[in-house]
């Protein structure tokens, strides 16, 4: 006598899978994990175990998807917003200081995400979450550079810590200070350590502590401070030249802080502080 009702239990549990096999299609995984439930409640009640135990497993299967769905978003979001520190920086220190760690745990955290969607199939989100792994990566390592490098130029303008590929960089680290002087100084074409910048008139070279030889003299040609980084006297960052002069000034608004400049061959009385 019952039958016309569970056929009804069973029609409309139907659609309630064909619903949710759309929700779990479309990456609506909640909605999904729903309608499944509705369908095994229907199926239940129609006494039609061996159905309501696929469908059970559908809504577990939802379910797990959409844990992994919010456990990505999540990583994604806490790593945007260690990325997004930059921002915050004043300072070039502060690449270092508080970018190398902020981008070391982003590019984990992109990783992880990464990995959830690969597991989802979601091709849109793995390549969106594999290049702000990518972008983390490049911003830590530049991050790195900054740390161990010798010189620093900090160009008037553009963004902190930025990308590699990005022409204008903010903070640019060189294993040497000559390097960053021709590129600073000069025309930018002398040195070719950062092929792609195009440094601006107005940049501050940064020497890291202790003796920076330079083999030729520079020529500014552009307005330019050289500077000691931060805490440092000039007496802890000498400038070394191999010829009898170390710089030529061809551009006003050249100037030196807290560094000494010093002949190789001279005696030291005729250092520049």
């Known amino acids: ?10 029609a409309e549990a139907h659609e309630c899978v ?5 929700n779990v299609k479309q990456r609506q995984y909640a909605a999904g994990q ?5 369908a095994h409640e229907l199926l239940s009640k129609a006494g039609d175990g061996a159905n309501a135990a696929y469908v059970r497993s559908l809504a577990g299967d ?18 945007k917003a260690l990325v997004a520190k930059k921002e915050g920086f004043t300072k070039w220190l502060d690449v270092v200081a508080l970018g190398l760690p902020a981008f070391t745990q982003a590019e984990e955290l992109f990783a992880k995400a990464t990995a959830l969607y690969e ?6 989100q793995v390549k969106a979450a594999g290049a702000a792994r990518t972008e983390a990566e490049e911003r830590k390592v530049h991050a790195a550079e900054v740390k161990t490098c010798r010189a620093v130029v900090v160009q008037a303008g553009g963004e902190w810590a930025p990308q590699r590929r990005e022409r204008n960089r903010r903070t640019m680290p060189y294993e040497t200070a000559e390097q960053a002087l021709l590129d600073a100084a000069t025309t930018g074409k002398t040195s070719t350590y950062h092929e792609q910048a195009s440094i601006r008139a107005g940049s501050t ?34 400038l070394l030249s191999d010829g009898p002069s170390l710089v030529l000034v061809q551009s006003p608004g050249v100037r030196f802080d807290r560094v000494t400049l010093r002949q190789v061959g001279g005696q030291g009385d005729e250092d520049y502080r």
């Open 1 to 10: 006598d019952d039958a016309p009702e569970r056929l009804g239990y069973q």
């Open 18 to 22: 064909r619903e949710g096999q759309a």
């Open 34 to 38: 729903e309608r499944y439930k509705r």
């Open 62 to 79: 939802a379910a797990a998807k959409r844990k992994y769905a919010e456990e990505a978003a999540g990583l994604m979001d806490r790593g």
């Open 119 to 124: 597991t989802l199939e979601d091709p849109p």
């Open 205 to 238: 070279v940064v020497l890291r502590a202790g003796q920076h030889r330079v083999s030729q003299q520079v020529v500014c040609k552009k307005q330019v401070v050289v500077e000691a980084e931060e805490g440092m006297e000039a007496d802890g960052v000498v």
